[in-house]
């Protein structure tokens, strides 16, 4: 069974990207966006650093370096955590829609 891939239109820093992600990691791919652009945009409004390249290369280095130092010290992969507990959760929703009043 092959996975439904999406196309979706995503902004960062007001320019517009088409990503493809696969259906089920559309909210994880919403999130990243999220937080790469707000990364970006603190970066540009500290006024240290022009230029988009250079921002999204010091937004890349700074959350790299992030996620290197919480893999390292705390031994777990979060990011891959986070993934398992957003679909057990995809689960358990669409499980719950299906039931009737529970309570």
């Given at each position: ?47 240290k ?7 999204a ?8 370096h ?25 689960t ?12």
């Open positions: 069974m092959s996975e439904v891939i999406k196309q979706l239109d995503v902004s960062i820093m007001g320019r517009e990207f088409r990503v493809a992600c696969p259906e089920n990691e559309e909210a994880t791919l919403l999130q990243a966006v999220q937080l790469l652009d707000g990364r970006m945009n603190d970066i540009r409004n500290h006024g650093v022009i230029g988009l390249e250079k921002i290369i010091m937004a890349a280095l700074n959350m790299t992030e996620f290197l130092q919480t893999k390292v010290e705390g031994g777990i992969d979060i990011a891959s955590f986070q993934r398992r507990i957003g679909n057990m959760n995809s358990i929703d669409a499980v719950l829609n299906e039931q009737p009043e529970l309570f």
